[in-house]
């Protein structure tokens, strides 16, 4: 039986949850039984996830990098040369970047769903 032919209704969660023990893994469940004629594919189809989340968390970095120097070096430092703003730029990617992991490391150590954080 085919898992990707099925619907994502509360049973048929409940029998993936029951086939493969946990729910964060139906993705790479689903695509292992999709491609299991295709040797390398799925392989392919993780790689390309990772693209395009990694591509996603690059843009951001990057956009959040041109905000600060856009909106707090230049206005507030005239005077600095365009390789030091490139080097403030590239040193706020890393501070933002080391910021975010932390930022998930204590998200991870909240209990419950989000959504109930605040409701206590």
């Known amino acids: 039986m085919k898992y990707y032919e ?10 993936l949850n029951l086939t493969i023990g946990c729910i964060n893994y139906i993705v ?5 039984q ?23 968390l690059s843009s951001g970095l990057s956009s959040l990098s041109a905000l600060a120097i856009e909106d707090v070096v230049k206005p507030n430092f005239k005077s600095l040369s365009e390789r030091t703003i490139t080097l403030i730029a590239k040193i706020s990617v890393v501070f933002i970047g080391a910021l975010c992991v932390a930022v998930s490391f204590l998200i991870a150590k909240i209990k419950g769903p989000m959504s109930q954080v605040n409701k206590q």
């Open 34 to 56: 999709i491609f299991e004629d295709l040797p390398g594919m799925s392989g392919l189809f993780i790689a390309s996830l990772f693209s395009a989340s990694l591509s996603t």
């Open 28 to 32: 790479p469940f689903m695509v292992l």
């Open 6 to 15: 099925l619907r994502y209704k509360s049973r048929y969660v409940r029998l």
